[in-house]
């Protein structure tokens, strides 16, 4: 009996390890190795409005998620304020979350704005980015997929 109830301790602590991970992997667009912006710096974007690939010498962990930066002074920024620097929609592609879906974007192609930076979408079929600003209507847009995302954020892709 007493092992019977050990077995089902275990099972119960593994499954909210897998749940919370599980939620963290469905928010945020990350790899394997719960690397986020395909190791671009979420500072450079926000700060310098250009995407520049991190180092794995300076990278920081903030809710389960590895962020990669160009170096020490963006690395220590980050660890100050993370939300401030976290990409919007757990760093999916801001059309597709308009649209409904979750898409991979490229991570040279962003806009900044309001202090925000959002990642869209770039392939030989679709160039995700012109398609939100041909629509003229950010603040639109945004309305439109942050209320798509409270949906989005707790599922797959």
Same mark, same amino acid.
């Given at each position: 009996?007493?092992?019977l109830?050990?077995?089902?301790?275990?099972l119960?602590?593994?499954?909210?390890?897998?749940?919370?991970?599980?939620q963290?992997?469905k928010?945020?667009?990350i790899?394997?190795?719960?690397?986020?912006?395909?190791?671009?710096?979420?500072?450079?974007?926000?700060d310098?409005?250009?995407?520049?690939?991190?180092?794995?010498?300076?990278?920081?962990? /903030?809710?389960?998620?590895?962020?990669?930066f160009?170096?020490?002074? *963006? $690395?220590? =920024?980050?660890?100050? &304020?993370?939300?401030?620097?976290?990409?919007?929609?757990?760093?999916?592609?801001?059309f597709g979350?308009y649209?409904?879906?979750?898409?991979?974007?490229?991570?040279?192609?962003?806009?900044v704005?309001?202090?925000?930076?959002?990642?869209?979408?770039?392939?030989?079929?679709?160039?995700?980015?012109?398609?939100?600003?041909?629509?003229?209507? /950010?603040?639109?847009?945004?309305?439109?997929?942050?209320?798509?995302? *409270? $949906?989005? =954020?707790?599922?797959? &892709?």
């Amino acid at each position: 009996m007493k092992t019977l109830k050990n077995i089902a301790i275990l099972l119960v602590a593994a499954l909210a390890t897998t749940t919370t991970f599980s939620q963290d992997k469905k928010a945020n667009n990350i790899d394997n190795s719960n690397i986020a912006l395909q190791g671009y710096s979420p500072v450079s974007y926000l700060d310098l409005g250009i995407a520049q690939k991190g180092i794995k010498e300076f990278k920081s962990e /903030h809710n389960k998620v590895v962020y990669y930066f160009t170096d020490a002074e *963006q $690395k220590k =920024k980050f660890d100050k &304020n993370p939300s401030k620097y976290l990409p919007q929609y757990g760093g999916y592609c801001a059309f597709g979350v308009y649209a409904g879906a979750k898409f991979r974007p490229d991570p040279n192609k962003f806009i900044v704005k309001d202090g925000k930076y959002f990642l869209y979408l770039y392939n030989i079929e679709l160039d995700a980015q012109q398609l939100w600003l041909a629509e003229n209507n /950010h603040s639109g847009l945004i309305k439109k997929a942050n209320s798509n995302w *409270q $949906k989005l =954020k707790s599922t797959y &892709n």
